[in-house]
C-alpha cells in the first residue's frame, strides 16, 4: 500500500473510532447495549484489514449494527452503515463542501476556473452525514438526534 | 427520449421502488393484513420478510447502477458515432479516403472500451466527472462478473452515480 493510501486508511479508522465512540455514549444514555465484533474487509486499495462493528441490544432484543462499509467509497471518504431488522441508512464520512466538479471555460484561449459545483448541499463542515439520498440530494449532520431517527426508521426500536 | 431522461426514468423506477419497499415494511410493522392479502408476503415469517425485503434493496442499489450504466455507455456511443457523421457532413470537400476512414471509426466505435471513449471527452469536462465515471465503470464491472475472492474496488452509492451520469451526459451533449 502507498503512503498516501495508508494515510487515507488510517484516516478511516481513526473517524469510525470517533463516530463508534459517540454512538456508544449516546446508546449507553438511553439504557441501549452496545457490543462489538471484529470483520475484515478487502479493498483494492488498502487490501484486507480488521475493523470493528457495532451490535445495539435492548434487554437481549437485537435492534441494530453499524457495520463499516469500506474507506474505497466514490464521492466520500469512507462510509459505515447502520442496519437494522428492516432497512439501511448509509452514513458517509465527507469533507466540507463535500464531492464536486471544477467548471471551467475556454477565456481568451485560456482553459480557466469558473466555478466549482457541488453535489449535496448543507455540508458545512467535515464529518459524518447522512444523505437524504432518494429525495433532494441535501446532507445532514450525523449527531445524537439524527442518529435516533435513523435507528428507529431501520428497526423496531421506538423513540422515547 | 434524451440522454439524461432515460437515465432520469431508471432513477426514478428506483425511487418509487425503494418507496414500496418502504411502504411494505411499515405495513409488515403495523400488522396491516388486508394491504398483503395476495402478496407472497402472508404467511411467511415476520423476519425472514424483514432479510427479504433488505437483501431486495442491496440487489436493487447494484441493478440500477447496472442499468444506468448501459444506458450511459449507450448514449456515449450514439453521441460518439452522430458527432462522426457531423463531421463527414459539414466538411465539404472531403475525399473518398475522408470518407473511408470515418465510414471505419463510426462502424468501430461500439467496440471502443468504455474508458477510453470518456477520455476523449478529457478537454471538455471537469477532470472529477472524468474520474468519478471511471470509477463507477469498475465498480458496475465487479458487481457484473462479481468474484468474491476480488476485493471491491471502491463502492458507489446509486444516487451519487445517477448524479455523475446524468451529468457527464449533460455536459458531453454540450460539448459536441
Known amino acids: 500500500m502507498n503512503e498516501t493510501n495508508e494515510h487515507l486508511l488510517k484516516e478511516y479508522l481513526q473517524n469510525v473510532s470517533v463516530l463508534f ?4 455514549n449516546w446508546s449507553v444514555k438511553r439504557g441501549l447495549e452496545v457490543n462489538t465484533t471484529t470483520l475484515e474487509i478487502n479493498e483494492e486499495e488498502y487490501g484486507t484489514y480488521k475493523i470493528e462493528k457495532l451490535i445495539l441490544t435492548d434487554a437481549g432484543h437485537s435492534i441494530a449494527e453499524i457495520i463499516p462499509i469500506g474507506c474505497s467509497i466514490v464521492g466520500s471518504y469512507g462510509r459505515v ?13 465527507l469533507k466540507k463542501g463535500g464531492p464536486y466538479i471544477t467548471q471551467s471555460e475556454l477565456i481568451d484561449g ?18 459524518w452525514y447522512w444523505i437524504e439520498s432518494t429525495r433532494l440530494g441535501r446532507a445532514k449532520k450525523f449527531d445524537e438526534a439524527l442518529f435516533f431517527d435513523l435507528l428507529a426508521s431501520v428497526s423496531d426500536y421506538e423513540r422515547a | 427520449m434524451s ?3 432515460a437515465i432520469g426514468e431508471i432513477w426514478r423506477t428506483y425511487q418509487v421502488t425503494v418507496d414500496c419497499l418502504e411502504v411494505a415494511l411499515d405495513d409488515i410493522k403495523l400488522g396491516r393484513i388486508d394491504s398483503l392479502q395476495g402478496t407472497g408476503f402472508m404467511d411467511t415469517p415476520i423476519d425472514v420478510v424483514r432479510r427479504d425485503i433488505r437483501a431486495s434493496r442491496e440487489t436493487l442499489n447494484d441493478h440500477t447502477i447496472l442499468s444506468m450504466w448501459a444506458v450511459f ?13 457531423n463531421m463527414l457532413n459539414e466538411s465539404p470537400h472531403y475525399s ?3 470518407k473511408a476512414l470515418l465510414d471505419k471509426i463510426e462502424a468501430g466505435i461500439e467496440y471502443w472500451r468504455a474508458d477510453e471513449m470518456i477520455d476523449l471527452f478529457k478537454p471538455a469536462l471537469p477532470i472529477e466527472l472524468i474520474g468519478y465515471a471511471k470509477q463507477i465503470k469498475r465498480y458496475r464491472d465487479w ?6 475472492k476480488k476485493p471491491s474496488p471502491a463502492k458507489v452509492p446509486p444516487e451519487f452515480a445517477y448524479k455523475v451520469l446524468a451529468e457527464v451526459l449533460k455536459q458531453m451533449n454540450l460539448s459536441c
Open chain 1, 21 to 24: 465512540a459517540n454512538i456508544e
Open chain 1, 81 to 93: 452503515d447502520l442496519v437494522g431488522l428492516m432497512n439501511r441508512e448509509v452514513i458517509s464520512y
Open chain 1, 110 to 127: 485560456v482553459m480557466k476556473e469558473v466555478h466549482k459545483k457541488y453535489f449535496y448541499r448543507d455540508i458545512n463542515d467535515t464529518g
Open chain 2, 3 to 5: 440522454a439524461p431522461d
Open chain 2, 73 to 85: 455507455e449507450r448514449e456515449m456511443v450514439a453521441m460518439l458515432e452522430s458527432e462522426t457523421r
Open chain 2, 96 to 98: 473518398t479516403f475522408n
Open chain 2, 143 to 148: 458487481v457484473a462478473h462479481r468474484n468474491p
